[in-house]
């Protein structure tokens, strides 16, 4: 197809090693995002980059950043500081950025850094050296703050869905960790690298505070309403409230059959836990949401992905930018209040 032949590696600046790696992950080409960008990131440019969710956004900055590092030769240095930074919103979304980064790179240490786990292995990752850390705002304010984590040889940033950054509260968490890192109209300031399914306005313009004027603009949805994949298929079922859990069931069953993997998303907690516990729903089903511990909701994702049971019953911290694949159906049960971009690698998938 043109898109293979455009996305052919043999195309960019990927070593074989690496070329391995992804073809080890079933990826065969480069998509289009990272087809748009991948130059860019590579040769060091401010990108501001726009695409659907699903489209492979993390690869976009994984792959050139990772040859970057791997060509400039591996540095060992017993509690280095890292080069690359990336900040995601959410725990789940850092600990899926840090694997697809993990899947590519070779000799390079990695590091994930989130609220809800323990310090003492992130002190340790510290005192060993990281060449690419990952993580939430809140936890790398606290290593900062605490004076353990040192960001001032940072080469590159990476704002990973900084809308849903800023619109979490975090605007101000992340300027803080930016400036250690910036100075004033500097030339040795990091490369900055601005990844998002939705960039409002708003969004540009705090970007700009850390981005060079000559920053590329890829921008692959344009003025279009709809940031999901456009392989998702969508139908809207109306139905009283007290009905809700029945309906849910026989939809499962129609659309998902027995074996078929289902999310449900649920406006509250208390509706997540009531419907993963209710008997209209025959497939085995367990609950994803704030209240439940950090290290259960990382076995209840793996669980999930792995095919231990087939329905996720989840509030909105499991919306945002997870790469669940092979997902055949996903459920509203009301209106979201925010918007809740659902991704599918695979095209023949049915998403509700």
Request: hydrophobic fraction near 40%; charged fraction near 25%.
């Amino acid at each position: 197809t043109p898109e293979q032949r455009e996305g052919a590696f043999s195309n960019f600046r990927i070593s074989q090693v690496t070329i391995d790696r992804l073809k080890a992950r079933g990826v065969s080409y480069l998509f289009d995002i990272q087809v748009k960008t991948f130059d860019s990131v590579y040769d060091g440019g401010d990108v501001i980059a726009q695409a659907r969710t699903g489209t492979g956004k993390t690869f976009s900055f994984a792959i050139p950043l990772v040859e970057k590092l791997q060509k400039d030769g591996a540095d060992k240095t017993r509690g280095r500081a890292p080069k690359v930074l990336v900040l995601a919103p959410t725990r789940e979304l850092a600990i899926q950025v840090a694997k697809d980064f993990k899947d590519v790179a070779k000799r390079v240490a990695i590091a994930c850094f989130y609220g809800g786990s323990s310090y003492n292995p992130q002190i340790d990752a510290i005192r060993n050296g990281i060449d690419i850390l990952v993580g939430t705002p809140g936890r790398i304010k606290d290593h900062l703050q605490n004076h353990k984590l040192d960001l001032s040889k940072l080469k590159h940033v990476v704002l990973d869905e900084v809308d849903q950054m800023l619109d979490m509260g975090f605007a101000e968490q992340v300027e803080e960790i930016l400036a250690t890192s910036y100075k004033k109209d500097s030339d040795s300031n990091p490369q900055t690298l601005l990844f998002s399914a939705t960039c409002p306005d708003w969004v540009y313009e705090v970007a700009k505070k850390y981005m060079r004027p000559d920053c590329k603009h890829v921008d692959l949805i344009g003025k279009k309403m709809q940031k999901a994949a456009t392989t998702v298929e969508h139908l809207a079922i109306a139905c009283h409230w007290s009905q809700r859990a029945a309906v849910i069931g026989d939809v499962i069953q129609v659309y998902s059959g027995s074996h078929g993997r289902t999310i449900i998303f649920c406006e509250t907690k208390k509706e997540a836990n009531e419907l993963a516990m209710n008997s209209s729903i025959k497939q085995s089903s367990q609950s994803l949401h704030g209240d439940i511990p950090q290290k259960q909701r990382e076995l209840t994702l793996k669980g999930f992905r792995n095919g231990a049971f087939e329905v996720l019953v989840a509030t909105n911290v499991a919306a945002r930018g997870l790469d669940i694949p092979e997902v055949d159906l996903v459920v509203q049960c009301s209106p979201p209040k925010v918007c809740i971009l659902i991704q599918t690698p695979v095209p023949s998938d049915n998403i509700h």
